[in-house]
């Protein structure tokens, strides 16, 4: 069973930074498919952006170019890039992981987190 903790959200000004962080524990960690995913309020977990074991990695069209995620084996580690922020992009994020084939659907992700709040302000 794997523990997963974020940390690094905040409140920015749009056209800020921030880098989120996701620490993994009781599991392989370079087994597992990680993926980012955020909910804003009244609205349904979408998906932000995941990296399969080999650092494969793809993205939401709205991050695109905007966000970056990365992993660090070594430290059980995942992290998202989030640069150029907007006030879209204000939401719970909530890092998973999951041993099923590459995929972008909340469903096949068997372990989350707990979510970190990225609030952007105008």
């Known amino acids: 069973q794997v523990q997963l903790v974020e940390s690094g959200g905040g409140l920015v000004q749009a056209g800020g930074s921030l880098r989120l962080s996701c620490a993994a524990s009781?599991?392989?960690?370079?087994?597992?498919?990680m993926g980012w995913f955020r909910q804003a309020p009244g609205k349904e977990r979408e998906f932000v952006a995941r990296?399969?074991?080999?650092?494969?990695?793809r993205y939401a069209d709205s991050v695109k170019g905007r966000f970056t995620i990365s992993r660090d084996n070594a430290k059980n580690t995942v992290y998202l890039e989030m640069n150029s922020l907007k006030p879209e992009d204000t939401a719970v994020y909530y890092c998973?992981?999951?041993?099923?084939?590459?995929?972008?659907?909340?469903?096949?992700?068997?372990?989350w987190g707990q979510g970190t709040q990225v609030t952007v302000s105008s």
């Open positions: 009781g599991g392989t960690f370079s087994s597992y498919i």
């Open positions: 990296i399969s074991r080999i650092s494969s990695t």
């Open positions: 998973a992981a999951t041993t099923s084939s590459l995929t972008t659907s909340s469903e096949h992700y068997d372990y």
